[in-house]
């Protein structure tokens, strides 16, 4: 390993807007059940799953639309 090194002609990180976020989040057990289940038919992790749907709901500027019965 160097000693120094040279970051003069360095750039900026093009995907740093798009880099993830921990958090915690606290989600009933069904809709976990869910998740699992569609992440298991798609193959891919369900975490990665969740956060499509999210950032999709987020793009398209989706509103919750409640009604109590």
């Known amino acids: 390993m160097r000693e120094e090194y040279d970051f003069s002609n360095a750039r900026k990180n093009p995907y740093a807007a798009q880099l993830k976020r921990q958090i915690t989040?606290?989600?009933?057990?069904?809709a976990i059940d869910y998740f699992k289940a569609q992440s298991e038919a798609a193959g891919i992790p369900d975490q990665t799953l969740i956060s499509l749907y999210l950032r999709d709901c987020a793009v398209n500027k989706r509103q919750l639309k409640l009604s109590w019965q």
Request: overall charge negative; aromatic content about 0%.
């Open 25 to 30: 989040i606290n989600i009933d057990g069904s």
